[in-house]
């Protein structure tokens, strides 16, 4: 065996996993291993960020998009705490993610070194932690089975990231040494006997809902929900921007339950006699507050699915608990028989068309007219201010995105007209396609588009408000330097929107820190290289994104917003006046 130096090793090992892109930011702590991707640069890219929160941001939306842990590396100190807003979006949303953080020298270990981090305790791993596992590698013939283990606890039981800390002197010494094989997840198989129980459930129930989201869904795990969702017409939900799970143009689809949710769905919620959660947390957002659902003991019966034993029972103490990975999950449920289907129809064209008998026909109905009256402008129930019409610019979005695009937004009141008005397809069709996050982190809309369009050469949409824009605006440079097209819809409207509300509601009239002075977006988009236009009307946003899509180069569009259209059910008027 010929040695090799540590850092071109652990590169190796990278491409043993199937890794094609890394990001980060480079630092002179982990040069052997920027030596590294120079040698293998046929093999798997470095992706050069501005900043290492877009390059943590761009890696986490990695994990989303192929169900392996996104790549990133920065440099120790300031680009690791830079880098931990990833880390975190990554362990709530569940997403498989692996840092690695060049370090200290080990003769200089502990003494408070230049730009030294005792990492263990900044990403502690626990139940209130960043990450799932911690490591430091000072044996460099130890790299492969560290990074082995790194990806298989990044995606086994509940997905999440692992940090690799990497001491500088480490990763140059000479070592024999190979990569170790490819790990792929383990499945965690339903218990035959919970799923009769489960099964009894069913057939006791009048008003089921099904909840579908969290980390660990393929389209292998959608497809076999939509036939058990089929088999029984249940109705089914997608939790916080988890909203691809099940396709939304699905008649048995009823509506997110998240942030903003449709009331007449948060009121089927409280009605449902039988809730079966696949795969979620049920999480602050998800339970809005933890009043949808009564904790610890939920007035429904509670069905909690889940790959982490120690998620079930945590918040909510389930009626029935199921430890079982995502896609072993579904396929599980798909195989539970139903009562025998009652035809709707006679004659030939009766084909296909029966349901099973159960007693919630109706229920599965008026869920999904609720759902339909929900994403119909007309039901807005306000008449918004200024010259620009929300609903029918995500309406135009709907006609012309393809439907493999991948969407993208950051944090802010501006992702609620995507989240309420847009249909996604759904990971059933092959397709990730809606990247957010769920710990409401701001800025991760730009570079998580920007990792879509280099990842999968899709078309990447972004929508992005003008506060969470400025976050991470910098990876256009990314984007361009490497050939990431994006469209960015950029919503201009002179303030920190959520702020704002919570400010008038809260404390009318006496507003503060959320007002923005803005630059030029456009000419600041066309100083990167992206092409850039201005929209003030409704009617002259469909041909530009039109131009947008034509484009060999990424566009960024921005739409003028009057600042009174602060949320999708209101104005800062009508918020006003309810706090008096």
């Known amino acids: 065996m010929t040695p090799t130096i540590a850092g071109h090793l652990l590169v190796e090992c990278l491409i043993a996993q199937g890794v094609t892109h890394a990001f980060g930011v480079p630092g002179e702590s982990f040069l052997a291993v920027l030596d590294g991707f120079h040698a293998c640069r046929d093999r798997i890219q470095f992706v050069v960020n501005r900043q290492e929160g877009g390059a ?82 000072d044996d460099a013939r130890r790299i492969p089975e560290y990074i082995a283990r790194a990806f298989s606890t990044a995606m086994n039981g509940r997905p999440g990231p692992v940090v690799l800390v990497l001491p500088e002197d480490m990763l140059t010494h000479m070592v024999e040494a190979q990569p170790l094989p490819r790990v792929e997840p383990v499945q965690a198989w339903s218990d035959p006997g919970a799923l009769r129980k489960l099964r009894e459930l069913l057939l006791s129930a009048e008003r089921p809902l099904v909840l579908a989201g969290g980390g660990g869904w393929t389209p292998q795990a959608a497809a076999a929900l939509q036939r058990f969702a089929e088999a029984w ?49 049920l999480g602050e957002s998800t339970t809005a507050g933890y009043t949808l659902i009564e904790a610890p003991v939920p007035a429904q019966r509670l069905v909690h699915i889940h790959a982490d034993p120690q998620e079930l029972g945590r918040v909510y103490q389930p009626t029935l608990a199921i430890c079982a990975t ?33 007693p919630w026909i109706a229920w599965a109905q008026a869920c999904q007219a609720d759902y339909q009256a929900n994403i119909d402008p007309a039901n807005g129930g306000v008449q918004l201010p200024g010259s620009i019409d929300m609903p029918a610019i995500i309406h135009v979005l709907q006609q012309h995105l393809p439907d493999d695009a991948v969407l993208t937004n950051g944090a802010g009141n501006f992702a609620s007209w995507l989240h309420r008005f847009y249909q996604y397809p759904g990971l059933v069709h092959g397709h990730k396609t809606q990247l957010a996050p769920t710990n409401g982190a701001m800025g991760y809309g730009v570079p998580a588009g920007i990792a879509a369009a280099l990842l ?85 946003f469909e041909p530009a994104l039109l131009r947008a899509l034509a484009s060999q180069t990424g566009t960024l569009i921005e739409v003028m917003l009057d600042p009174e259209v602060i949320t999708t059910r209101g104005t800062l008027s009508a918020i006003r006046n309810r706090a008096r």
């Open 56 to 137: 943590s941001f761009m890696a986490e939306a990695q994990g989303k998009l192929t169900g392996r842990p996104g790549i990133c590396f920065v440099t120790r100190g300031p680009g690791a705490t830079n880098a931990s807003i990833g880390v975190h979006t990554a362990f709530q949303d569940s997403t498989p993610m692996v840092l690695f953080v060049g370090d200290v020298a080990s003769e200089a270990r502990d003494r408070e070194a230049f730009q030294e981090v005792d990492f263990a305790a900044f990403f502690g791993p626990s139940t209130k932690g960043m990450a799932k596992r911690v490591e430091r590698i």
């Open 233 to 281: 017409h249940l109705p089914v939900c997608n939790t916080f921007r988890f909203q691809d799970c099940f396709d939304n143009r699905h008649p048995l689809y009823a509506g997110d339950v998240g942030l903003g949710i449709n009331p007449a769905l948060a009121q089927r919620v409280k009605a449902s006699d039988l809730l079966i959660a696949l795969g979620p947390r």
């Open 456 to 540: 999968t050469g899709r078309t990447a949409f972004t929508i992005a408000g003008d506060g969470d824009f400025l976050m991470n605006g910098q990876e256009l440079a990314t984007a361009v330097q490497h050939g990431g097209k994006t469209i960015i819809l950029l919503l201009n409207n002179g303030t920190f929107g959520t702020i704002r509300m919570h400010q008038e509601r809260e404390y009318p009239a006496r507003v503060v820190a959320s007002d923005l002075k803005n630059p030029d977006f456009c000419a600041l988009a066309q100083a990167y290289g992206y092409g850039a236009e201005r929209v003030t009307h409704t009617e002259g």
């Open 326 to 358: 995502m896609n072993a999950a579904a396929r599980s449920l798909e195989v539970l028989s139903p009562p025998a289907a009652a035809p709707t129809a006679s004659g030939p064209e009766a084909a296909g068309s029966a349901l099973p008998d159960v």
